[in-house]
């Protein structure tokens, strides 16, 4: 049988609450998970981009997916943060003059134009560090296999960030790229540590191989619709809204959904996805309601 996300009210379900609510735990983590210590220029700049805000959507997919399938928020906590860890850094990074050279992210000057690039790439290389070392030593009743599977995962997400930062690079300033490269870019850029948000929160509550292929299903799906509304913010959006500046993809001449399928289209595309994401797990029942409501919240976000 067909799963259709309308078998699954979503009516009653708070998602502001539902947010804020983690977003809280998750950002009392973060600040718990990184003291400040010897050398503090570079421990301050880390805390500064960690810490910064940002909607902790990676975090929140990781817990949300845990307790769906019986795992509780402390023992996912610590891989949520690490998620957040990797996040930041590639953001830190991605921000750099030798890549996108941005002056603001999370409505705050880059960490580089802080800091200066050096202890900028420092930071970044010190959070992915610390990222591993974190799930590592603070996982607590979780069987050490899946600790072990939760690394490998976040460990294969960091190197497909990395070949879709590359591949993104190559391409700048060619809007003519084919759309598989397009679908590789943004694959391995934004949707693999959705992915892995949510793979290794089924991971630390030990779901089976058929709710695994469920999720993994749900998290391709909202990924490549965070992209597409990512690319139509970037449009639409102003630079206050989002924090950063606004209309960096066409200034870059990147090639993007929208310049492909125009506004409207990659509206509808997205909405699809979001749709299908949400059948993907309408067979968990009331469980999955957080993780539905999420998916609903990726179209309807504003920055
Ligand atoms: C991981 C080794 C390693 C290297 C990183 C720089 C780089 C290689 C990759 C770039 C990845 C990147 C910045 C992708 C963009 C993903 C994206 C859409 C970010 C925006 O995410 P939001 O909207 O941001 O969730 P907030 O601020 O809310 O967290």
């Known amino acids: 049988m067909v799963a259709t996300s309308e078998k699954v009210n979503l009516t009653g379900f708070d998602l502001k609450a539902y947010l804020t609510q983690k977003q809280q735990l998750v950002e009392v983590a973060l600040n718990n998970a990184l003291p400040m210590q010897y050398p503090e220029t570079v421990f301050e700049s880390m805390r500064y981009s960690l810490l910064a805000g940002g909607k902790r959507l990676r975090p929140i997919l990781c817990l949300a997916t845990a307790e769906l399938v019986g795992a509780t928020l402390d023992q996912a906590m610590p891989t949520a943060c690490a998620l957040e860890m990797i996040h930041t850094m590639s953001l830190i990074h991605d921000d750099l003059p030798s890549m996108d050279n941005d002056d603001f992210r999370r409505g705050n000057p880059t960490n580089h134009k802080v800091y200066g690039d050096a202890v900028a790439i420092l930071a970044g290389d010190g959070l992915l560090a610390y990222s591993f070392e974190y799930v590592a030593r603070e996982t607590r009743n979780v069987p050490i296999d899946r600790i072990l599977e939760v690394i490998s995962r976040l460990g294969r997400a960091m190197g497909d960030l990395v070949s879709g930062q590359v591949v ?8 003519n790229i084919p759309i598989e490269t397009l679908t590789f ?3 391995h850029k934004t949707s693999a540590l959705l992915e892995a948000a949510v793979l290794t929160g089924a991971i630390v509550g030990g779901a089976n191989e058929v709710d695994r292929s469920k999720l993994l299903r749900y998290a391709k799906n909202i990924g490549l619709a965070f992209q597409i509304v990512d690319d139509i913010l970037d449009i639409t959006a102003t630079s206050e809204e989002l924090g950063k500046s606004a209309g960096k993809d066409l200034t870059a001449e990147k090639a993007t959904y929208p310049k492909l399928w125009g506004l409207d ?5 997205a909405q699809a996805l979001v749709h299908q994401a949400k059948a993907e797990v309408s067979g968990f029942g009331e469980k999955a309601l957080p993780l539905m409501a999420i998916a609903d919240y990726i179209t309807a976000r504003k920055n």
């Open 168 to 175: 993104d690079i190559e391409s700048e300033g060619n809007p």
């Open 265 to 269: 289209e990659s509206r509808r595309q």
């Open 185 to 187: 870019i943004h694959n």
